[in-house]
């Protein structure tokens, strides 16, 4: 089976990177690669859920939420799907994603999703199959608009990821200011059905790096329930046809790293804390838990490396425990 994968992710890697994903997920549809069910010792309690592994696939890579259970399929804890707008949208135009060295993308898709309620839709259709609890992430430039995304899902899903933080979203200084999280806080404690998570970019940006931390704050301050850690890197990119993008993959770890550190100081575990970001091994993942995260997710490993990233994750979080002389995850990394 391994060198089944092998062969097919070797043949994916010759194709443009918008066309290799859309035919590894109709592969994955056809038939999923299955891992078994992962041990005891790595399961995390968590917001949404008890989670094992603690490993989670980011936003991102099921746009349409048609593709949950076969994902879950490959050995993740939990699922994050979309994200998803009020309306549909198409996304830029292409080329729209391209391969940064063997270890990066840089994509400037432009948010494409068939709109919340397909999505919803397509969810309830997925969601028991898959197994794990799967996270909805929403995004939006208004507060009516995610609030309306929010609601579209009650009771499909473990909770609910909010994205301000894509380069596709206009108004950036506005998004994070203080007085733009506030109303978010305050609307949606008003129709809370599920846990609520607020993903926000990396602390690059100097003009932005004071807003988002001041914007954890009030996210843990108004008892929202979680942050994730980090979104893209908005770059440069003259092969895309934006001319810019959001840049994944190793060289966001230490960005990703500094975020999580600086909002676990400003959480003090009023919130949990999820970390994204250049997490391509085992010993990622520990300096992300090490750093205060709860659990993480992946999504650039995956796209560039196959199903065995998953697997080898799991295989060293347990080979980290036995050197260690722990019964569990939990038993290292509190929380």
């Not at 490993?55 to 050995?75: E, M, N, Y």
């Not at 596709?168 to 999280?181: D, K």
């Not at 676990?264 to 992300?288: P, Q």
């Amino acid at each position: 089976m391994r060198f089944l994968e092998d062969i097919v992710h070797r043949v994916l890697k010759l194709l443009p990177p918008e066309e290799a994903h859309r035919a590894g997920l109709a592969l994955l549809r056809l038939r999923a690669v299955r891992i078994g069910e992962t041990p005891r010792r790595l399961r995390v309690r968590t917001v949404i859920g008890e989670v094992s592994p603690p490993v989670g696939l980011a936003a991102g890579f099921d746009k349409t939420g048609r593709h949950v259970s076969s994902l879950a399929a490959l050995g993740f804890g939990f699922v994050v799907a979309g994200s998803a707008t009020l309306q549909a949208r198409k996304g830029n135009v292409k080329p729209r994603i391209v391969r940064k060295g063997p270890d990066g993308l840089v994509n400037a898709m432009g948010l494409p999703n068939p709109g919340v309620k397909v999505f919803a839709d397509n969810l309830r259709r997925e969601v028991a199959r898959a197994g794990i609890p799967v996270v909805a992430s929403i995004a939006g430039s208004e507060v009516r608009e995610l609030v309306e995304c929010y609601e579209a899902l009650r009771g499909v899903v473990a909770g609910v990821e909010v994205n301000l933080s894509s380069p596709s979203l206009s108004g950036a200084t506005r998004l994070w200011s203080p007085e733009f999280i506030r109303e978010l806080v305050a609307e949606l404690s008003t129709v809370r059905w599920a846990p609520i998570i607020l993903k926000v970019p990396p602390l690059a940006r100097a003009e932005l790096r004071t807003q988002i931390l001041r914007a954890i704050e009030i996210w843990a301050g108004g008892g929202m329930d979680a942050v994730t850690a980090v979104n893209t890197l908005p770059v440069e990119e003259p092969r895309l046809s934006t001319g810019f993008g959001g840049l994944s993959g190793r060289q966001l770890k230490p960005h990703m790293l500094e975020t999580v550190r600086a909002a676990s100081k400003i959480l003090e575990g009023r919130c949990e804390l999820f970390a994204v970001g250049g997490l391509f091994t085992a010993e990622d993942v520990t300096e992300a838990f090490e750093a205060g995260a709860r659990a993480v997710q992946i999504y650039t490993a995956l796209a560039l490396h196959g199903p065995r990233v998953v697997r080898n994750i799991r295989n060293g979080l347990i080979k980290l425990l036995d050197e260690r002389g722990a019964e569990n995850i939990e038993e290292l990394f509190p929380g």
